[in-house]
């Protein structure tokens, strides 16, 4: 089992920045996927970022890319995604999600967070 626990989100104004936490107590959290979801309100839970066990396997959907960063600390059991250039479009819950395999889609992720608000302002 692999518990998750998200922090960071808010209110801010377009433009703004926001940087969300996803921290795990699992030992071997350093050998999962780690992804970020979001979801607006009355659709669907989409993929915003991804990464792997090492940086350099970091991908974005693409109305982010430019703008967001994922990234992991293995030794503090993390993963970062630093939100710039915020939009309202951004607006929605997100989610960190972990699995074993480098999956894109939420049926790929067996492990999830209880979500954290971003809202946006225009």
């Known amino acids: 089992q692999v518990q998750l626990e998200e922090s960071g989100g808010g209110l801010v104004q377009t433009g703004g920045s926001l940087r969300l936490s996803c921290v795990s107590s699992?030992?071997?959290?350093?050998?999962?996927?780690v992804a970020w979801f979001r979801q607006a309100p009355g659709k669907e839970r989409k993929l915003v970022a991804r990464?792997?066990?090492?940086?350099?396997?970091?991908v974005y959907t693409d109305s982010v890319k430019g703008r967001f960063t994922i990234s992991r600390d293995n030794g503090a059991n993390a993963v970062y995604l630093q939100m710039n250039d915020l939009k309202p479009e951004d607006t929605g819950v997100y989610y960190c999600?972990?699995?074993?395999?480098?999956?894109?889609?939420?049926?790929?992720?067996?492990?999830w967070g209880q979500g954290t608000q971003v809202t946006v302002s225009a």
């Open positions: 999600a972990a699995s074993l395999r480098d999956g894109v889609v939420r049926a790929d992720y067996a492990y």
């Open positions: 990464i792997g066990w090492s940086q350099t396997s970091a």
């Open positions: 699992k030992r071997t959290f350093s050998s999962y996927s």
